[in-house]
């Protein structure tokens, strides 16, 4: 079982930025594939974003497309989601979910993921 810790989150107004990190120790992430979920009161965890190894393949949900960047920094075991021009529908607890192997096809699948963070918390308000 990895150990996987996400960070960054935070409140911010709308059209505001924030950049959540995803970490996790004990491995290479670049043997990894690793997805960015967003989970609101009384819904299932909804995919945004997810990348596989050594950035081959990235794709997001077309409701943050031009808006949120996804990337990976492998020397620091460190996946990065930017999120600009923020919406107050993009408010929820974030979690970073990791699986071993390359999984593109189904990225934006909760369902694919064994490992997962605690969650960190992106509130956009005025």
């Known amino acids: 079982q990895l150990h996987v810790v996400e960070s960054g989150g935070g409140s911010v107004q709308p059209g505001g930025s924030l950049r959540l990190s995803c970490s996790a120790s004990e491995l290479t992430l670049y043997s990894y594939t690793l997805g960015w979920f967003r989970q609101v009161p009384g819904k299932e965890r909804e995919g945004i974003s997810c990348?596989?190894?050594?950035?081959?393949?990235?794709k997001y949900a077309e409701s943050v497309k031009g808006r949120f960047t996804i990337s990976r920094d492998n020397a620091e075991n460190t996946v990065y989601l930017f999120m600009n021009n923020l919406k107050p529908e993009d408010s929820g607890v974030y979690y970073c979910?990791?699986?071993?192997?390359?999984?593109?096809?189904?990225?934006?699948?909760?369902?694919?993921?064994?490992?997962w963070g605690q969650g960190t918390q992106v509130t956009v308000s005025s």
């Open positions: 990348i596989t190894g050594r950035s081959v393949d990235i």
């Open positions: 979910g990791v699986r071993e192997g390359r999984w593109y096809n189904r990225c934006l699948r909760q369902n694919v993921y064994n490992n």
